[in-house]
Nanobody, 120 residues
């Protein structure tokens, strides 16, 4: 069972990146998916949670309108499209999966993280 993120990198403010999270050993479609991030010296922050159980998606206020989560079930992959990036979006981004609804999900699986740096 594994989650592997990719797609991070260095981007200028206002730019875009798309992160990918590929699952192996289980089917992502059966799980709630979360993206978290952690900046140096800061606590881990939830970015988005998407549940197929009730079809709801929740974004943190700091990213709402700029980030979009999507799934490709055929590829067992989840994406995080990030637009209008700001320096404060700089962090290591992690994807995670768990069963249930976003409001009470217990995340069982975590990826290793991918670094996103927003800087001019």
């Amino acid at each position: 069972v594994q989650l592997v993120e990719s797609g991070g990198g260095l981007v200028q403010p206002g730019g875009s990146l798309t992160l990918s999270c590929v699952a192996s050993g289980f089917t992502l479609d059966n799980y709630a998916i979360g993206w978290f991030r952690q900046a140096p010296g800061k606590a881990r922050e939830g970015v988005v949670c998407d549940s197929t159980t009730d079809g709801n998606t929740y974004y943190a206020g700091s990213v709402k309108g700029r980030f979009t989560i999507s799934r490709d079930n055929a590829k067992n992959t989840v994406y995080l499209q990030m637009n209008s990036l700001k320096p404060e979006d700089t962090a290591v981004y992690y994807c995670t999966a768990g069963e249930g609804l976003c409001r009470d999900v217990s995340y069982d699986y975590w990826g290793q993280g991918t670094q996103v740096t927003v800087s001019s």
